[in-house]
């Protein structure tokens, strides 16, 4: 009888534990290291949706998805990558893993256990990428039109930092805090997207490819090139398949959030039945 009275004891200082981590998370600010990250969790269930926006993007971009998301029965976790949003302005020089360091530290503080879906746009592909190879909370990522590392070969990369930096004097001079903040990133694209090639996804992660039908690609050379390599992504692993998100600019959360919306619905059933073995 005393066994099964300390079992109820630890199971209640455990839920209250997890309560009061997912209340001091809620739309606040949290030191991770030297800087405070805006994060917010939300909603409740045993699986974790972590949202990951895109370059220059916010929580915000987020904001219609998250309450159909958390009717799933699951939590919600959003937040601003330094110098974004409500977070406070990125420290030091930039590095791809100081973005995934920050993020598995705020799940951390957080109390986020697992099981973990990313749901990651963008250049959030990248950091997605980089936690799921090194983060046994991942269980499953959902990827919206997000950067496939084989795409960026030191050709591609070098090719956007040169689209790009004859912008950087009117970028400085019309939005200089914008200007801090992204041309650091660009300019670190070689060597983020190397890094990003440089790491394998677990085998049985099972991920869902959402492409829009009108990405950001510049040229029809590069959108096939694209293109290619997302099916060729799809194509590696039997626990990955694609969805098309048709109309859809590059922002599909935006255009598409029904097809995000499936996706997530199809990974959080998938994740589900694993977890309990059906």
């Known amino acids: 009888m005393w066994m099964a009275t300390r079992l109820t004891l630890a199971l209640a ?18 030191a991770i290291g030297h800087q405070r990250l805006f994060v917010d969790l939300g909603g409740n269930g045993p699986v974790t949706l972590v949202f990951e926006a895109g370059n220059g993007d916010d929580s915000r971009v987020w904001a219609n998805l998250v309450p159909k998301a958390q009717a799933l029965g699951v939590r919600t976790f959003v937040y601003d ?4 949003g409500q977070s406070d302005r990125r420290q030091g020089a930039y590095s791809i893993d100081k973005d995934v360091r920050a993020l598995r530290g705020a799940l951390d503080r957080c109390a986020v256990q697992g099981p973990v879906i990313l749901v990651a746009h963008s250049y959030g592909g990248f950091i997605a990428h980089l936690l799921a190879a090194q983060d046994r909370r991942v269980a499953g990522m959902v990827l919206v039109d997000a950067n496939i590392p084989a795409f960026f070969d030191p050709a591609e990369t070098e090719a956007i930092v040169g689209r790009y930096r004859p912008q950087y004097a009117a970028l400085r001079a019309q939005a200089p805090a914008l200007a801090e903040l992204l041309i ?3 300019e670190a694209y070689p060597k983020t997207a190397r890094r990003a090639r440089a790491v394998a996804l677990p085998p049985a992660l099972p991920v ?9 690609a510049e040229t029809p050379d590069e959108a096939a090139r694209m293109r290619a390599a997302h099916a060729a992504f799809v194509a590696a692993n039997p626990r990955r398949s694609a969805m098309l998100a048709d109309g859809s600019s590059h922002a599909v959360m935006k255009d598409r959030p029904d097809v995000v919306l499936a996706a997530i619905t199809q990974m959080v059933a998938q994740v589900r039945g694993e977890k309990t073995g059906r």
């Not at 200082?13 to 600010?29: E, G, H, I, P, R």
């Not at 869902?208 to 950001?216: C, N, Q």
């Open 208 to 216: 869902i490819d959402i492409v829009a039908e009108r990405s950001w």
């Open 13 to 30: 200082a455990c839920m209250t534990f997890a309560a009061a981590a997912q209340a001091n998370c809620s739309a606040t600010k949290i």
């Open 184 to 186: 650091p990133i660009i």
């Open 81 to 84: 990558r330094a110098g974004l």
